[in-house]
């Protein structure tokens, strides 16, 4: 049985947990921007903006469902899963965290806008690098793609991509079926989901080996 470093399981779980931080900055700042949230973001933005219920909470709903989705597909139970659900609902208070904090602020204007957007594709893409590299347990929008992929033998990208797209369409029909516009798509979703990766591979570059020097011994 291999040893298990709780100095390090302690800083996975802390750098884990900082990447989440990260992220629920990344989503604040793209919701403040007003010029559409990344598309992961885009079914809870617009089930918050039905329900009124706050963005994290609707976060940490919209995540157990795809927890549930995984349990459906697989049909059994991981541990894993249980991971997911705790992380989802810390994730959702950090998002509601992040917008507590942020408040309205916007920059004005509309580069300004793009001014924020573009800081939040560069926090989306470091929370990637943070929380994914210390291989503790994927997020459920992720681990629901994972789920998927493996079952309909497909490659994880393609896999992805399909998800993304349906996360933002179903987001669409349901802005317009209940509140009669479309809340939270814009340019700013397509930008994201091109750029976000990219950034990610951009970033892990420079972060990848001291995540693997502090948890792996790399």
């Not at 909470?57 to 139970?77: A, E, G, H, N, P």
């Amino acid at each position: 049985m291999k040893h298990i470093n709780p100095a390090r399981l302690l800083a996975r779980l802390g750098i884990y947990c900082l990447g989440l931080l990260v992220l629920a900055f990344g989503i604040a700042l793209s919701v403040n921007c007003s010029l559409g949230v990344s598309p992961v973001s885009s079914l809870p933005y617009v089930v918050s903006q039905i329900s009124g219920i706050t963005l994290g909470t609707c976060t940490t709903i919209v995540y157990s469902v795809y927890i549930l989705l995984q349990m459906v597909i697989s049909r059994k139970f991981q541990p894993t899963l249980l991971l997911q659900l705790v992380f989802s609902t810390i994730f959702g208070y950090f998002v509601d965290g992040a917008k507590y904090v942020l408040g309205d602020f916007c920059l004005p204007g509309y580069f300004g806008k793009l001014v924020m957007l573009a800081a939040s594709i560069v926090l989306i893409g470091f929370s990637l690098v943070l929380y994914i590299d210390v291989k503790i347990a994927p997020m459920p929008a992720e681990g629901l793609v994972g789920c998927l992929a493996g079952k309909l033998d497909k490659p994880f990208s393609k896999m992805k991509t399909a998800f993304d797209c349906t996360s933002v369409l179903v987001g669409i029909v349901l802005s317009f079926l209940f509140l009669g516009k479309l809340v939270g798509i814009r340019e700013g979703t397509v930008l994201t989901a091109l750029l976000a990766g990219k950034m990610m591979g951009i970033l892990r570059k420079w972060i990848g080996p001291w995540i693997g020097r502090i948890c792996f011994g790399e």
